[in-house]
Each structure stands twice: as C-alpha cells, then as structure tokens.
C-alpha cells in the first residue's frame, strides 16, 4: 500500500486490503490467546478483560497516531505547487511505512512470547 497511486485500480487496492484485514485477523488471536495462556487459570477472566481494553486503548491511539502522520506527511510536501489530493498520497505513504515499522517491531516482539509450560 506504500507504493499505492491515484492510478492504481481498485481491485488491486480493494485486494491488499483484503489480504491486510486477513493477516491482522490470523495474527490478533493466536496472539491473545498466547498471552492469555501465560496466566494462572484464575486470573483468566483478569487478563482477558485487561487485553482487550488495551487492545481497544492501542487501536484508538493507533487510528490518531497514523492520522497525524498523514497531516504530517501532507504537509511536509505542501510547498511544491502538489494538487490537495497528491499531498495526501504522500501523508498515506508515510502512514503506511508507519503501519509496517510498527507490524515489524510486533513480529519481532512476538519471538519473547514463551509458551505456558505443561
């Protein structure tokens, strides 16, 4: 998406998209439950409560995250004559190259997750 045009068709968008929402959605559960399995069985319904209220606290502050970044990236190219809509091309760049730093570091992150022992 990092590489998206005004140009590019719509299916190829609408298709990276897809592929995009698919991976967090095969990520984001086997995730949860790792971190779920790492607790004594009596602090199941604790952690369960207090991941998902940071998943929804993370989501928020990831959504104005990124959106500052787009009024960051439209701005940092406003100078150069750029129609309004090739401005935001290049904030949604900058969001996006965001997005993969922070699903980089995630992966990386994910091999510190230990399994709960039997």
Do not use: C
Not at 74 to 103: D, P
């Amino acid at each position: 998406m990092i590489f998206f045009t005004p140009e590019t068709n719509l299916l190829l968008v609408a298709g990276a998209y897809a592929f995009r929402i698919i991976g967090i959605a095969t990520v984001m559960m086997p995730t949860f439950t790792e971190g779920l399995n790492a607790l004594p069985i009596d602090l199941y319904v604790h952690g369960n409560a207090a991941a998902s209220t940071a998943r929804q606290i993370a989501g928020s502050l990831g959504t104005a995250v990124l959106m500052m970044i787009i009024a960051f990236g439209s701005k940092h190219v406003a100078g150069n004559n750029m129609l309004q809509a090739e401005q935001l091309n290049y904030g949604y760049r900058y969001a996006f190259l965001a997005s993969f730093v922070f699903a980089l570091i995630g992966f990386v992150l994910s091999f510190w997750l230990k399994s709960k022992q039997q």
